[in-house]
T-cell receptor, first 109, second 113 residues
Framework: GIQVEQSPPDLILQEGANSTLRCNFSDSVNNLQWFHQNPWGQLINLFYIPSGTKQNGRLSATTVATERYSLLYISSSQTTDSGVYFCAVPTGANSKLTFGKGITLSVRP | DTEVTQTPKHLVMGMTNKKSLKCEQHMGHRAMYWYKQKAKKPPELMFVYSYEKLSINESVPSRFSPECPNSSLLNLHLHALQPEDSALYLC????????????FGPGTRLTVT
């Protein structure tokens, strides 16, 4: 099946810093989701981005489908950005999401 | 409204108990999902319902029994669970026809004693 790798596994930032989170996938995909899981376990949709670039406030994402990677940019990080960031791609009949192992982000005040 | 709700938020049950988890969405989505997530791991798919019919069962033990009474509601019935079944159980939904983007509920944190 498709493999999804995220890097780095852990990231510590000072508040206000910028960061780039990476997601590589082993096969072509027709969509990709980025999620933020907060400390209470809620998975929050960040982007649904099969290709191209999208922006939402301080966050933006770029997927280069032909090169099989996606990047999530966080600018001017805040302590509330802390948590685990997952990327996920569909496999099979487009209903099953395969998740990467996640990137744990800690933003310190 | 992109909200999926789950009840209860927390559940503690003994190995001989029977309990149920409930998930609801009112976005008109026709696919609903159950995921299991252990600590420091990504979510793992358990079941998929599309148009109220079970379409994927990821070889889940029979002590987990899903039910989809209507297009807005998804239940997970639990019976004779083991301590290793303790986890965060997440429900999700997607439109299915026009988009496979999945929206997740806040989860039920289950502890089996």
């Amino acid at each position: 099946g498709i493999q999804v790798e995220q890097s780095p596994p852990d990231l510590i930032l000072q508040e206000g810093a910028n960061s780039t989170l990476r997601c590589n996938f082993s096969d072509s995909v027709n969509n990709l989701q980025w999620f933020h899981q907060n400390p209470w376990g809620q998975l929050i949709n960040l982007f649904y981005i099969p290709s191209g670039t999208k922006q939402n406030g301080r966050l933006s994402a770029t997927t280069v489908a032909t090169e099989r990677y996606s990047l999530l940019y966080i600018s001017s990080s805040q302590t509330t950005d802390s948590g685990v960031y997952f990327c996920a791609v569909p496999t099979g009949a487009n209903s099953k999401l395969t998740f990467g192992k996640g990137i744990t982000l800690s933003v310190r005040p | 409204d992109t909200e999926v709700t789950q009840t209860p938020k927390h559940l503690v049950m003994g190995m001989t108990n029977k309990k149920s988890l409930k998930c609801e969405q009112h976005m008109g989505h026709r696919a609903m999902y159950w995921y299991k997530q252990k600590a420091k791991k990504p979510p793992e798919l358990m079941f998929v319902y599309s148009y109220e019919k079970l379409s994927i069962n990821e070889s889940v033990p029979s002590r987990f029994s899903p039910e989809c009474p209507n297009s807005s509601l998804l239940n997970l019935h639990l019976h004779a669970l083991q301590p290793e079944d303790s986890a965060l159980y997440l429900c999700a939904s997607s439109h299915w026809e026009t988009s496979y983007e999945q929206y997740f509920g806040p989860g039920t944190r289950l502890t089996v004693t």
